[in-house]
């Protein structure tokens, strides 16, 4: 297998990535790691908490720890979906229409409390996420590789707010959230003055060619038949819960396959093990699975989604 950067040499980068994102958002390694996977696994990623535990500063930090183009879009209800994608303007001087392109031209996008716009808008997004492409008035334009899109999300409960829907949902590889720091990290934080204008100090630890390498090395992580199929005994389980309206669909399988692939590779392993797939499970599921009307309550969703998850992972024999 030949690449053009050297494998320890993409080992490290990604190590220092990690601690890039890290001399901004502290205390949260779990966090930054699962960034990491999604990254390389070419996922995108939905971070959806209350406002003010860093979610945007964690997206702008990982924009500028490496080399690439990055775009933010502040999502409101006035946003339409040309604000995204781009639209074609008339030049008197040519006397022709030109194609001007839109923030979604990046590789990185940071889609901002993603659910505050309109589904019309949000499905904008949707060709992008799939296909690395968007088609404005039936001509197909390519987005720069990599791309990835990190949107942040308050809770549904807030104000002003409109639910993702599935087809979107289904679209990003991992639902994270970020969480409160612990007492230290947050008084490190306060004395550091620790900000969104912080990560623009931070200086890139990683091209978007060696982020691209190591991308196809993760493809190349072997999963066996005996950790697949305790793969698939997770979605199965999903699909025939009863607490579950619906379970994980096939595009969610794969999800937790590359994601499992992608955890192995940060850990510096070139094959899975039972932790990659299990720690990994309700990250890629959450978002994907719909909770039965005996459990309805629209305003902890989320968190009844985890907790049925978290019980059916248990149920499951891990492989030894």
Same mark, same amino acid.
């Given at each position: 297998?030949?690449?053009?950067?050297?494998?320890?040499?993409?080992?490290?980068?990604?190590?220092?990535?990690?601690?890039?994102?890290?001399?901004?958002?502290?205390?949260?390694?779990?966090?930054?790691?699962?960034?990491?996977?999604?990254?390389?696994?070419?996922?995108?990623?939905?971070?959806?908490?209350?406002?003010?535990?860093?979610?945007?500063?964690?997206?702008?930090?990982?924009?500028?720890?490496?080399?690439?183009?990055?775009?933010?879009?502040?999502?409101?209800?006035?946003?339409?979906?040309?604000?995204?994608?781009?639209?074609?303007?008339?030049?008197?001087?040519?006397?022709?229409?030109?194609?001007?392109?839109?923030?979604?031209?990046?590789?990185?996008?940071?889609?901002?409390?993603?659910?505050?716009?309109?589904?019309?808008?949000?499905?904008?997004?949707?060709?992008?996420?799939?296909?690395?492409?968007?088609?404005?008035?039936?001509?197909?334009?390519?987005?720069?590789?990599?791309?990835?899109?990190?949107?942040?999300?308050?809770?549904?409960?807030?104000?002003?707010?409109?639910?993702?829907? *599935? =087809? /979107?949902?289904?679209?990003?590889?991992?639902?994270? %959230?970020?969480?409160? +720091?612990?007492?230290?990290?947050?008084?490190?934080?306060?004395?550091?003055?620790?900000?969104?204008?912080?990560?623009?100090?931070?200086?890139?630890?990683?091209?978007?060619?060696?982020?691209?390498?190591?991308?196809?090395?993760?493809?190349?992580?072997?999963?066996?038949?005996?950790?697949?199929?305790?793969?698939?005994?997770?979605?199965?389980?999903?699909?025939?819960?009863?607490?579950?309206?619906?379970?994980?669909?096939?595009r969610g399988a794969m999800s937790l396959y590359r994601a499992a692939q992608s955890r192995a590779f940060v850990q510096g392993r070139y094959y899975c093990i039972p932790d990659d797939v299990k720690q990994l499970a309700t990250a890629v599921f959450s978002h994907r699975v719909i909770v039965s009307n005996k459990h309805s309550s629209p305003l902890q969703?989320?968190? *009844? =989604? /985890?907790?049925?998850?978290?019980?059916?992972?248990? %149920?499951?024999?891990? +492989?030894?």
């Open positions: 297998m030949e690449v053009a950067v050297p494998i320890p040499e993409l080992e490290s980068k990604i190590k220092a990535l990690q601690t890039s994102i890290e001399l901004v958002i502290k205390g949260k390694a779990d966090v930054v790691e699962l960034v990491s996977v999604a990254l390389l696994a070419r996922g995108h990623l939905l971070v959806e908490d209350v406002p003010g535990v860093g979610k945007t500063t964690l997206a702008h930090a990982l924009a500028r720890s490496f080399d690439c183009s990055f775009q933010r879009i502040q999502f409101t209800s006035d946003l339409l979906p040309s604000d995204l994608t781009g639209a074609s303007i008339y030049n008197q001087s040519e006397h022709s229409f030109e194609f001007r392109k839109g923030p979604l031209f990046a590789n990185v996008v940071l889609a901002d409390e993603i659910n505050r716009t309109t589904p019309k808008t949000q499905s904008a997004l949707l060709e992008a996420m799939s296909e690395g492409k968007v088609t404005v008035e039936n001509q197909t334009y390519d987005l720069p590789q990599p791309f990835v899109v990190i949107a942040t999300q308050n809770p549904i409960e807030h104000h002003g707010t409109y639910p993702l829907p *599935e =087809s /979107q949902l289904d679209r990003f590889l991992m639902r994270i %959230e970020m969480g409160y +720091p612990s007492h230290g990290d947050e008084k490190q934080i306060l004395r550091s003055n620790i900000s969104y204008d912080t990560a623009d100090q931070l200086t890139p630890v990683m091209s978007a060619v060696e982020l691209m390498e190591a991308q196809k090395l993760v493809e190349k992580v072997e999963m066996n038949d005996i950790l697949l199929e305790y793969l698939m005994a997770l979605v199965t389980a999903t699909r025939n819960s009863e607490d579950l309206a619906l379970g994980v669909s096939p969703k989320s968190e *009844e =989604s /985890q907790a049925i998850l978290q019980e059916l992972i248990e %149920e499951v024999e891990v +492989p030894l």
